[in-house]
């Protein structure tokens, strides 16, 4: 059923109750059919067109790709490159934002195959994922400069590509990355485009995990736990400073759980396999003790979330705490009876969580940290 | 500036940009293929790897193999190699390595600037060849039977690039710079 046959049926019943006056049903019909959708199907066609397009540049090129002279190839790929920013540039006047953010990324896609496509030309070696960052660069300039979104989230992604590509060859650290990463945040806060805290976060969180595997003695997992528990509580202390600052202090505590969790994971289930035989790394105390930690912290990081009112929290509480669960019986599959106490346990702690957010939401629950 | 006219001017700049990181990768090479002094290397097969950029062979070289390298250095940290041939019917061999840019080489030596891999192997971005269609089997065949040799301009930094592939003393794939 269409928006709008459900809105004609809601302004009947509102009518008819009494809350909506004659004047204030025509009023917003009237709204309403001025705010047509802006794909309507001639636009679909016209991108179905387009995209068929596309496909027959692209068959063409690949069909005669070997014949053509290095120039010719050169010639062409900078002729895309200029098309792609030129239709932007159409675009924009014309007013179709969404189809010149479209034409920006295209672009960039058509700068990013350039690169490879020359290296492959001059067969040219060296360190393949030196060429994500100059992509990646590229997409960051595209972003900053012509003001798009749509370049931010692509310089995300290859940033965060570039990343795990170098560590995988070097099997280094990588601090680098927060450079680049940091004018791709700062970038993000210019646009005020707020999905770009998420990319940063997740792109960061990404970068993060990992990093237990290669620093220190190469087990420093406790590094990335630290950190997620750190930030966790820094976003719970100071939560109006830093909503005042930086903005999605809840985002900030859901994704610090989140890395927190990781980190106890991989202690837990990643670094306790051992690929020679079928027995455990962890002894049954060191197993329990970390377990119980987890348990701990998601026990906190869940009540935090329900006073706080923080759903997205909530949620990787909950999949972290399920996770964990399945985690701890996979690993007690042997001993039955100490399994359906642990169980019991479990239940019970979940029933007084439930509880609570059941007491929690019977006043109502402020979005935002309470003023008082 | 009115805002439209700006938004052509940042498209402008982007473009130019980016086309700029391209013409210098372009341009780097070229120069490199024509004012490169000019080596041929005999080609040492290597097992071949999948990758996804298309059809390419992996090229070995007796010169790969370093065994002076200087004393803990890393995977990936840049080392000059000295090759050196007393005659021009020898095959050129490694002389010498070291971290910096060699200096006041007669014609005897040349430099060529590696990476460090692991101990004792030393890779100059030679390594790979990227042919036409249906052609690697052949050449990896050619090399499997040490009949392939390879052109390679070298500059004055130790830059190595493969100008064409040569077999059985013909050169073969030489590909003008454009």
Same mark, same amino acid.
């Given at each position: 059923m269409s928006y709008r046959t459900k809105i004609e049926r809601d302004l009947a019943r509102w009518q008819s109750a009494g809350w909506l006056s004659d004047s204030g049903a025509a009023a917003i019909r009237a709204d309403l059919a001025a705010r047509r959708p802006a794909f309507g199907a001639a636009a679909g066609l016209a991108m179905l067109?387009?995209?068929?397009?596309?496909?027959?540049?692209?068959?063409?090129?690949?069909?005669?790709?070997?014949?053509?002279?290095?120039?010719?190839?050169?010639?062409?790929?900078?002729?895309?490159?200029?098309?792609?920013?030129?239709?932007? /540039?159409?675009?924009?006047?014309?007013?179709?934002?969404?189809? /010149?953010?479209?034409?920006?990324?295209?672009?960039?896609?058509?700068?990013?195959?350039?690169?490879?496509?020359?290296?492959?030309?001059?067969?040219?070696?060296?360190?393949?994922?030196?060429?994500?960052?100059?992509?990646?660069?590229?997409?960051?300039?595209?972003?900053?400069?012509?003001?798009?979104?749509?370049?931010?989230?692509?310089?995300?992604?290859?940033?965060?590509?570039?990343?795990?590509?170098?560590?995988?060859?070097?099997?280094? /650290?990588?601090?680098?990355?927060?450079?680049?990463?940091?004018?791709?945040?700062?970038?993000?806060?210019?646009?005020?485009?707020?999905?770009?805290?998420?990319?940063?976060?997740?792109?960061?969180?990404?970068?993060?995990?990992?990093?237990?595997?290669?620093?220190?003695?190469?087990?420093?997992?406790?590094?990335?736990?630290?950190?997620?528990?750190?930030?966790?509580?820094?976003?719970?202390?100071?939560?109006?400073?830093?909503?005042?600052?930086?903005?999605?202090?809840?985002?900030?505590?859901?994704?610090?759980?989140?890395? /927190?969790?990781?980190?106890?994971?991989?202690?837990?289930?990643?670094?306790?396999?051992?690929?020679?035989?079928?027995?455990?790394?962890?002894?049954?105390?060191?197993?329990?003790?970390?377990?119980?930690?987890?348990?701990?912290?998601?026990?906190?990081?869940?009540?935090r979330a329900l006073a706080t009112g923080n759903r997205g929290a909530l949620w990787v509480g909950y999949i972290a705490f399920t996770i964990e669960i399945f985690t701890i019986y996979a690993r007690m599959l042997g001993t039955l009876l100490n399994t359906s106490l642990f169980f019991m346990i479990a239940a019970l702690i979940v029933t007084v969580m439930a509880w609570a957010a059941y007491r929690l939401h019977r006043h109502e629950t402020p979005v935002a940290e309470p003023a008082a | 500036m009115s805002a439209p006219v700006k938004t052509l001017l940042a498209l402008a700049v982007v473009a130019l940009a980016q086309t700029a990181v391209l013409a210098a990768m372009v341009i780097d090479r070229v120069m490199l293929l024509h004012t490169g002094r000019e080596i041929v290397l005999p080609i040492v097969p290597v097992d071949p790897r999948d990758l996804f950029r298309g059809e390419y062979v992996r090229l070995g070289y007796g010169i790969n193999t370093v065994p002076m390298t200087p004393a803990d250095l890393h995977r990936d940290e840049t080392v000059y190699v000295v090759l050196e041939r007393k005659t021009a019917d020898e095959d050129w061999h490694v002389a010498g390595a070291a971290r910096s840019l060699p200096g006041d080489l007669n014609p005897d030596h040349i430099v060529l600037k590696g990476r460090f891999l692991w101990g004792g192997m030393v890779h100059y971005g030679i390594e790979s060849y990227f042919v036409p269609q249906g052609e690697g089997a052949r050449l990896e065949g050619l090399a499997r039977d040490r009949k392939l040799a390879a052109l390679v301009a070298v500059d004055k930094a130790g830059n190595a690039v493969i100008k064409g592939l040569i077999v059985d003393g013909k050169v073969q794939y030489e590909e003008p710079p454009l």
């Open positions: 067109g387009a995209v068929l397009f596309g496909f027959a540049v692209v068959s063409f090129v690949a069909a005669n790709w070997d014949g053509m002279s290095k120039l010719a190839r050169i010639l062409l790929l900078v002729g895309a490159l200029w098309a792609c920013y030129g239709g932007a /540039a159409f675009l924009f006047a014309r007013r179709l934002g969404a189809f /010149a953010h479209a034409a920006v990324v295209a672009g960039i896609a058509v700068y990013g195959a350039s690169i490879w496509l020359i290296a492959q030309a001059y067969h040219m070696e060296g360190n393949p994922p030196d060429a994500m960052l100059l992509w990646a660069l590229g997409a960051l300039l595209a972003a900053a400069v012509v003001r798009s979104p749509a370049a931010l989230a692509a310089a995300f992604v290859l940033l965060t590509v570039w990343t795990s590509w170098e560590r995988s060859e070097s099997e280094r /650290a990588h601090m680098v990355f927060l450079a680049p990463w940091a004018a791709a945040v700062a970038t993000a806060a210019w646009l005020r485009w707020r999905p770009g805290r998420h990319l940063a976060a997740l792109s960061l969180a990404v970068w993060l995990v990992p990093l237990g595997f290669l620093v220190l003695d190469r087990h420093a997992h406790w590094l990335v736990v630290a950190t997620g528990v750190a930030v966790a509580l820094a976003t719970s202390m100071a939560a109006p400073a830093i909503e005042r600052w930086i903005g999605a202090a809840q985002a900030i505590f859901a994704y610090a759980v989140a890395v /927190a969790f990781s980190g106890l994971f991989i202690m837990q289930v990643v670094e306790d396999i051992n690929l020679f035989s079928t027995a455990h790394r962890l002894s049954t105390g060191q197993f329990g003790a970390l377990a119980a930690l987890t348990l701990a912290l998601l026990t906190g990081a869940m009540f | -």
